[in-house]
Nanobody, 119 residues
Framework: QVQLTESGGGLVQAGDSLRLSCAIA????????VAWFRRRPGTERELVAS????????YYAESVQGRAFIGRDKDNMLVSLLLNDLKPEDTAVYYC????????????WGRGTQVTVSS
C-alpha cells in the first residue's frame, strides 16, 4: 500500500507563488511516476505535472508550462510542485497520485489540498 499526503494549499492572490508537497509512505512499493492532478470547479480531474521517480524527468501540462516546477526527493519520499504566477483559473483541489513499478495506472491518491487564487 501507498499513502499520499498533500500539503501547502491555501488562499493566495493572482501573481503569487505556492509550493505544494506530497509525502509518500510505503513499506512495500517502489514508485514509478508521481503526479499532481487538479480538479477545478465544474470540471474533471486533469493532469498538471508528473515526474518519473527514477530519472526525475518532468512533464507539464500546457496550462502550467513555464510556471510550474515539479521535483522529487527520493531520500525523504517527497514530491513538490512549485506554481508561479498563479492565476484565478488555477483555483482547484490539487491531488497527488502515484503509479508504482509494475502498475499501469495511478492507483494511489491523496485526499487533496485546496488552492484558491483571488484576482
Amino acid at each position: 500500500q501507498v499513502q499520499l499526503t498533500e500539503s501547502g494549499g491555501g488562499l493566495v492572490q493572482a501573481g503569487d507563488s505556492l509550493r505544494l508537497s506530497c509525502a509518500i509512505a510505503t513499506d512495500t512499493e517502489r514508485m514509478s511516476v508521481v503526479a499532481w492532478f487538479r480538479r477545478r470547479p465544474g470540471t474533471e480531474r486533469e493532469l498538471v505535472a508528473s515526474v518519473w521517480w527514477s530519472q526525475g524527468t518532468p512533464y507539464y501540462a500546457e496550462s502550467v508550462q513555464g510556471r510550474a516546477f515539479i521535483g522529487r526527493d527520493k531520500d525523504n519520499m517527497l514530491v513538490s510542485l512549485l506554481l508561479n504566477d498563479l492565476k484565478p483559473e488555477d483555483t482547484a483541489v490539487y491531488y497527488c497520485g502515484a503509479r508504482v513499478v509494475g502498475g499501469t495506472s495511478y492507483a494511489f491518491w491523496g485526499r487533496g489540498t485546496q488552492v484558491t487564487v483571488s484576482s
